[in-house]
């Protein structure tokens, strides 16, 4: 029986030394212990999808074996489920194996947003939209802490390249921040409070996570009240001494005692006040005492359980693109007459590449899958080489793309398994196009040009270009399906499960048309996030630009209709909220599951604002013919935008456009409302414009005794001239009857008045 771990007396008891290694890893994947005061190393390991634990003397970058665990799909399958009560399953899957391997904490979820299609780790990102990924990532950290072992959401903050990126600095400002790419972040902190923040590597705006007070302290704990520790990327520490002023509580991986000794030098010197020293070593010590019930004690691990549940998890994630003629699903007669082609079919591609690599507990493949299900050994050809695929590489595509043709002329129905080969898309780099590989688009061709009935199954763990789709009749994206994606594909092919993916990213035509465009991957050390609020569907939505697949698009083999869209506002400003409606009823023949997506959009704003930005969803079952009343309560964070001039989340209010649809694209039913706004002006100076002491409520009325009877001559048209100039400039123009002292007392007036509480 372990003995509780008394923080505060330990805290007490420890040398400046013993502080100093607390606050930094024993090793490669161990905390620090101190063994006289019976502090125990605890170990944490990678896997976001998965338990990577490796041996002791195993690299961190995937070269070693680890032990074996499931391999559940990556998150850019998971996202594509839009089910946060799967994605507690998953995670409570996850912590039942983390405990039952001695882990305390599982390094994962990233929730990261998808700026841009290249990105090389977007296969472990969950969306382009911060409330989709905030809601999964959540979900999903609720159910791995719910078996007492820790979670660390990562990374912190604005890591959305590989490329340069132990050292880039993403040039961000505020607003974006606020709206885009800190959400996620929030969501899960507030929702579910994971035992561990993973700072990244990158700069923001010039300063390293790792060091940088604002994002570590004033947001994170002083605005979101986050309670559990900072830990560093694996690395990712420039200066230790500023980053446990900062707020970072552990550096990973141990250093050798080198950093240790920096800190001990700042403590004795005065540069780092041990205090401060003192708060990051009683979180390290808080999270060794909460990982020891469950260290002590490790969960039962049911290990077919979880397999099955990574086989619903990678079917559900899967999206039907396409699917003209109903080509899908088989019936059981097309089934048997189908011709199976494409490497990917007996060699999966089923994770990505990089430090979330798992050792699968078994792997099923697509087509071991359908000849056990449909119980005919159907014909296999390879089709083309995969880079990566031992034996595969060193083939003759021609050779290859020949048999392919032949098995596929006469066959019922050619299932084509398409995909990403592993080196295109991995941790540390970025990928070049969007592209399929060259090898596999040609068979696609050839196969079609002697049977129209093809099938493709895509593998792949971000966006593809799908320029090729008019050659398919139907075209299942299942991503990186994990290690039960073979039998999952299966399933969905022949009809056993029904389709109910969506997609929680956009499909676009070319890299040309995404949002980064130009600003992606950045050069000189610096990224510049041009495109600002404007990324994913906000980009391609607002802008009108084609895309090839909308964010939220997902067929199914059944149909939904949406009736009674309704929406009802009730209070004001920062009270506002509004409950939306729908009914949702399935016009199928099949049971299925629709997800549900509610939309708003703010078209008279005082800044721009995307045409539409996702605010809540659901994922509902329903039988052929039933139908569900559906509610979705919307506050006033919902309705708001972060004023960049006030710097805080403000309802502007007016006109507010409430949209449910199957997809950004694909709205079902509208509701427009009026929304009560909240005042926007804050406290006014020389270098306000004339045109916001005409919106402030004191200002207007001091600046008209100002002007006295020139106010008459302010017409609209002179009003639109004057209204960007800085009020300095009317004073030296000498156009309002008042100098620069003159103004200063105006200043003072309007601040004697209302103080600065207004902004």
Not at 392 to 417: I, K, M, P, W
Not at 449 to 466: C, I, T
Not at 580 to 590: H, K, R, Y
């Amino acid at each position: 029986m372990s003995v509780a771990l008394d923080v505060e007396r330990v805290l007490a008891g420890l040398t400046l030394e013993e502080k100093a290694a607390l606050t930094s890893g024993s090793d490669f994947w161990h905390t620090e212990g101190v063994e006289r005061l019976g502090v125990p190393a605890v170990m944490v390991t990678d896997g976001p999808h998965g338990l990577r634990k490796q041996a002791e003397d195993a690299d961190h970058l995937g070269i070693g074996n680890s032990v074996p665990a499931t391999c559940f799909p990556p998150a850019a399958a998971l996202a594509s489920t839009w089910d946060v009560d799967l994605l507690d399953r998953v995670g409570r899957a996850l912590g039942r194996e983390t405990a039952g391997n001695d882990v305390a904490v599982l390094l994962g979820p990233g929730v990261n947003m998808k700026r841009s299609p290249l990105c090389g780790r977007n296969f472990e990102y969950f969306s382009e939209d911060p409330a989709l990924a905030g809601d999964l990532g959540a979900a999903l950290v609720a159910g791995i802490q719910s078996q007492g072992v820790g979670t660390s959401l990562k990374h912190f903050a604005a890591n959305n390249q590989e490329t340069d990126r132990m050292r880039v600095s993403a040039e961000v400002d505020e607003r974006t921040l606020r709206e885009i790419y800190l959400p996620a972040f929030e969501r899960v902190v507030t929702r579910a409070q994971p035992w561990t923040v993973m700072c990244s590597y990158n700069r923001v705006n010039g300063t390293y996570a790792s060091q940088d007070p604002w994002l570590l302290t004033e947001v994170l704990r002083d605005e979101w009240g986050f309670e559990g520790l900072v830990v560093s990327d694996w690395g990712a520490v420039v200066d230790r001494v500023a980053a446990v002023a900062a707020g970072l509580d552990l550096e990973m991986p141990a250093t050798g005692g080198r950093t240790d000794a920096l800190v001990v030098d700042a403590v004795r010197n005065g540069t780092l006040d041990e205090a401060v020293l003192d708060v990051a070593v009683r979180r390290v010590l808080t999270l060794v005492a909460r990982a020891q019930p469950a260290l002590a004690a490790p969960a039962q691990i049911d290990v077919e359980a979880h397999h099955a549940l990574a086989r619903e998890a990678a079917a559900d994630g899967s999206v039907l693109l396409k699917n003209d003629g109903a080509v899908l699903p088989l019936s059981a007669e097309a089934a048997t007459a189908a011709v199976v082609v494409g490497e990917f079919a007996r060699t999966p591609r089923y994770q990505g590449a990089g430090s979330s690599q798992v050792n699968p507990t078994r792997l099923d493949d697509a087509l071991t899958a359908l000849r056990t299900a449909t119980g005919v050994h159907l014909p296999f050809a390879p089709g083309f080489s995969v880079a990566g695929v031992a034996g595969s590489e060193a083939a003759d595509d021609a050779a290859l793309l020949a048999d392919a043709v032949e098995a596929a002329r006469g066959a019922g129905t050619v299932l084509l398994f398409l995909g990403l080969p592993a080196p295109d898309e991995s941790e540390g780099y970025d990928r070049t196009h969007l592209g399929l590989p060259a090898n596999q688009v040609a068979v696609l061709r050839a196969v079609a040009a002697v049977n129209p009935r093809v099938v493709v199954v895509l593998a792949n763990g971000s966006a593809v270009s799908v320029e090729w789709q008019d050659d398919a009749a139907a075209v299942l994206e299942t991503w990186l399906g994990g290690q039960a994606g073979g039998s999952a594909v299966a399933d969905l092919l022949l009809g056993v499960r029904t389709p109910s993916g969506r997609l929680a990213e956009t499909i676009p035509h070319r890299v040309e048309d995404t949002p980064a465009f130009g600003n992606f991957p950045g050069e000189a050390g610096t990224v510049r996030y041009g495109e600002g609020v404007l990324i994913g569907y906000r980009w391609y939505d607002t802008r009108g630009v084609d895309v090839a697949y909308p964010f939220g698009h997902g067929l199914s083999y059944t149909t939904f209709g949406y009736t009674d869209v309704v929406a009802t506002v009730t209070g004001e400003g920062p009270t506002s909220a509004v409950r939306v409606g729908v009914t949702i009823t399935n016009t199928g023949t099949v049971a299925g599951a629709e997800t549900v997506q509610v939309y708003v959009g703010d078209p008279e704003a005082a800044v721009l604002r995307p045409t539409r930005e996702l605010k809540a969803f659901a994922k509902v079952a329903l039988a052929p013919g039933e139908s569900r009343a559906l509610t979705f309560d919307l506050d006033a964070r919902d309705l708001s935008y972060w004023h960049p001039g006030l710097h805080r989340w403000v309802v502007g209010g007016g006109r507010t456009v409430v949209e449910v649809g199957a997809s950004s694209r694909d709205i079902r039913g509208t509701a427009e409302v009026e929304v009560a706004g909240e005042p926007l002006f804050g406290p006014l100076s020389a270098e306000s414009t004339v045109t916001e002491w005409l919106a402030h409520p004191t200002g207007s009325a001091v600046l008209g005794a100002a002007f006295g009877e020139a106010t008459a001559a302010l017409d609209d048209t002179m009003l639109a001239m004057l209204g960007d100039m800085p009020m300095r400039v009317i004073a030296s123009f000498g156009m309002g009857g008042f100098d620069a002292d003159g103004l200063d007392r105006m200043v003072a007036e309007v601040a004697g008045t209302t103080g600065t509480a207004a902004a």
